[in-house]
């Protein structure tokens, strides 16, 4: 158990509808990122947020969005979703890797399976 | 830009067999970090090992080894007496330098290893 719980496990949906994607990350952690796995890209990186702030992006779709709460869960919202858009989609955390004290591993949870019918 | 090749995407193996997986990155900057995960058929990305740029010793853990080369720009892993268990997609990453951006992973597409009895 790596700490950091997403839910929900499984989600089916329709295109053109909007879905969010939950994610707490372990106690402590202040950096939460979320990525995108599926067959045709593998895993992609989509986004990071430290301590509430969005700290770097990668390829994410504008039809996509995140935030990081003050109690640092985060959501990941999918909208207008297309058929494409079925993956795995992780959430993972870590500290604050400036500390030397840290292995530097990214803690990953057990992701949230979309289908898109 | 930075890019992570794992050239080889299927190997079976027979039990107590070795197996290396090879994992070759594209960085232009000289401070940054290796990870090897791993993902079982149950779907969760388990943390294997990081490595920064600038430690090239190679690194053992049990039954696993790394060989960190920096002339051939490659983390190569190396799994000994391979058991049924091992039977996994291990991913190659490479993060950037941490002190300004955090730890985005940016994956290898994967080496799926299957480990028969």
């Known amino acids: 158990d790596s700490g950091v719980t997403q839910t929900p496990k499984h989600l089916i949906t329709a295109t053109g509808q909007r879905v969010t994607l939950r994610c707490s990350p372990r106690?402590?952690?202040?950096?939460v990122y979320w990525y995108q796995q599926s067959l045709d890209q593998g895993l992609q990186f989509l986004i990071q947020?430290?301590?509430?702030?969005?700290?770097a992006k990668g390829n994410i779709l504008e039809r996509f969005s995140a935030q990081q709460f003050p109690d640092l869960h985060s959501e990941l919202n999918l909208s207008s979703l297309e058929l494409g858009d079925s993956a795995l989609y992780f959430c993972?955390?870590?500290?604050?890797?400036?500390?030397?004290?840290?292995?530097?591993?990214?803690?990953f949870g057990e992701g949230s399976r979309l289908t898109v019918l | 830009a930075q890019k992570v090749t794992q050239a080889q995407t299927e190997i079976s193996v027979v039990e107590k067999e070795d197996v290396t997986l090879d994992c070759v990155y594209e960085?232009?900057?000289?401070?940054?970090?290796l990870f090897w995960y791993k993902q079982p058929p149950s779907g969760e990305l388990v943390f294997l090992i990081r490595?920064?740029?600038?430690?090239?010793q190679n690194e053992i853990s049990g039954r696993y080894s790394w060989n960190f080369q920096k002339s051939t720009s490659s983390f190569n892993f190396t799994i000994t007496a391979s058991q049924v268990v091992d039977s996994a997609v291990y991913f190659c990453?490479?993060?950037?330098?941490?002190?300004?951006?955090?730890?985005?992973?940016?994956f290898g597409q994967g080496t799926e290893l299957s480990v028969k009895p």
């Open positions: 960085t232009r900057d000289t401070t940054y970090y």
């Open positions: 106690s402590g952690d202040l950096s």
């Open positions: 947020y430290y301590n509430g702030e969005e700290r």
């Open positions: 993972a955390s870590s500290v604050d890797l400036l500390r030397t004290d840290t292995t530097g591993e990214l803690f």
């Open positions: 990453a490479l993060s950037e330098a941490i002190y300004n951006q955090g730890g985005k992973l940016i």
């Open positions: 490595r920064n740029s600038f430690d090239e």
